[in-house]
């Protein structure tokens, strides 16, 4: 039997195109111009030679009248941007993958073994996901000074996880809390171990939760400035955050267009990545719905 609101889900194609374009279109075409405007202004200052940025008079501001590779030049030439990406990379996915191997013990261990006091155990953690960096890099500093880690990428890669491991932590108990007790009460009549129960059930089972939890920790190490800033000094050692401006900025001079290439370059991991599991992240929520 047809209901009424069936019937106009069915007649919305007869909605006129002009309502639809105001509904819909201008709407998206609006949200996609801010979030993809300011990529748009890295690109034009990078290849803008510095006659057209400043010359506003004579040049259009957001457009290109004679592109250039002098700032993309100067950034890998000139300075060790080479070196901040390879630094940036390696301490990213060192911190990402240690976050993610302790955020899913602790995950499992709150929400699936049902002790006393792991809600509050939960909230713990959480809570420590809202004390701000700006007040935990002065102990931090302290200890990475005493153990002699400083401007190394092992400083980075060894406090990182103290604001990614619990905010993976909280992001995967939601997650694991959506998978049936009863699988894992089946696992262990069979004489499954709990480990055994954590690799090949709850894992797999998990694997969007596992990945969204990666992906946001990857981007937020490879984003982190004030830790950076703190326990590296050197240039070599340095990440692209911090390089890009501390190396890029001399005194009141900003070197703007090699500052757009390193902004512009440093993005493109991120997006590559966001592109590629977004793609998996779809199809591994695909087929847990069709399980």
Not at 146 to 156: I, R, S, V
Not at 200 to 223: C, E
Not at 272 to 277: A, G, H, K, V
Request: glycine letters at 6%.
């Amino acid at each position: 039997m047809t209901t009424v609101d069936d019937q106009s889900v069915g007649m919305d194609y007869l909605e006129s195109f002009p309502k639809k374009f105001l509904r819909v279109y201008v709407p998206l075409g609006l949200i996609i111009f801010f979030l993809l405007f300011p990529f748009y202004w890295m690109a034009v200052t990078t290849f803008k030679p510095d006659a057209e940025m400043y010359d506003y008079e004579k040049y259009n501001p957001f457009l290109i009248a004679h592109p250039t590779l002098e700032h993309i030049k100067k950034l890998f030439v000139d300075t060790d941007y080479p070196l901040w990406m390879w630094n940036t990379v390696i301490v990213s996915v060192s911190s990402t993958f240690i976050s993610l191997f302790a955020s899913v013990c602790a995950a499992y261990a709150i929400e699936r073994l049902r002790y006393t006091g792991s809600r509050y155990v939960g909230l713990a953690i959480f809570l420590g996901y809202l004390v701000p960096p700006s007040i935990l890099f002065i102990p931090l500093a302290a200890i990475v000074f005493q153990l002699g880690l400083f401007d190394g990428n092992l400083a980075l890669i060894l406090t990182y996880p103290t604001f990614l491991i619990p905010f993976c932590t909280w992001l995967l108990m939601g997650y694991f809390r959506t998978i049936p007790y009863e699988l894992e009460e089946c696992a262990l009549i069979d004489g499954a171990t709990r480990l055994q129960i954590l690799v090949k059930i709850t894992l797999p089972l998990s694997l969007p939760g596992v990945i969204s939890a990666g992906i946001f920790a990857f981007t937020l190490s490879w984003n982190e400035f004030i830790y950076a800033l703190t326990f590296i000094s050197s240039s070599e050692n340095k990440t692209i955050p911090v390089g890009a401006i501390t190396e890029l900025v001399n005194g009141d001079v900003y070197h703007w267009g090699a500052l757009m290439a390193a902004a512009l370059t440093g993005s493109v991991p991120v997006v590559i990545l966001y592109s590629f599991f977004v793609e998996y992240y779809v199809s591994a929520m695909t087929g847990a719905v069709k399980e």
